[in-house]
């Protein structure tokens, strides 16, 4: 099988074919192996909302456990969402979220044993749990940013270990 991320022409798209057309990569001649990758994000906050989620925490409750089940459940939802990511058998995810001077950082990693990366799966998790913090905390701060969504690391499969 070639690689299907090159062709004698160079690098290309996998998600579309040679017209152009979307389609589903298909992973069936690729090896089951574990597979981890890991993303990170940034929500970018006010001093006023640092203080209240440090402190008795925001009016909506506890904006970070709600945030880290989204994420986790996000990780487990994304081909519902993005529409050509294949559905894997997820082993593990976790979505750490920490409170920084200017921003909550979030980092998730999502696990399996399968034919493909998960690195849609992180990228999704970071993604949705950025989201419900910006729910959770938007009546204290409508200028929320959702910032540096991105792979940090991944490992598995033919091309191995990654990292940014």
């Known amino acids: 099988m070639a690689d299907e991320a090159t062709t004698d022409t160079g690098p290309r798209l996998t998600h579309v074919d040679a017209t152009g057309a979307a389609r589903m990569v298909d992973v069936s001649a690729k090896d089951v192996t574990r597979r981890v990758a890991s993303a990170s994000g940034r929500v970018l906050v006010s001093a006023e909302v640092i203080g209240l989620l440090r402190g008795e925490g925001v009016p909506k409750g506890d904006a970070l456990a709600v945030a ?85 690391t991944k490992s598995g499969g033919k091309s191995g270990e990654w990292v940014r």
């Open 68 to 152: 880290r089940i989204a994420g986790i459940m996000g990780a487990k939802q994304t081909p519902a969402l993005i529409p050509l990511c294949h559905p894997l058998a997820i082993s593990g995810v976790t979505v750490e979220l920490s409170v920084a001077d200017d921003a909550v950082e979030i980092l998730a990693t999502v696990k399996t044993t399968d034919r493909t990366g998960v690195e849609m799966e992180a990228l999704t998790a970071v993604s949705v749990a950025a989201l419900t913090v910006v729910d959770m905390v938007k009546a204290v701060d409508k200028a929320a940013v959702i910032t540096d969504i991105r792979v940090e």
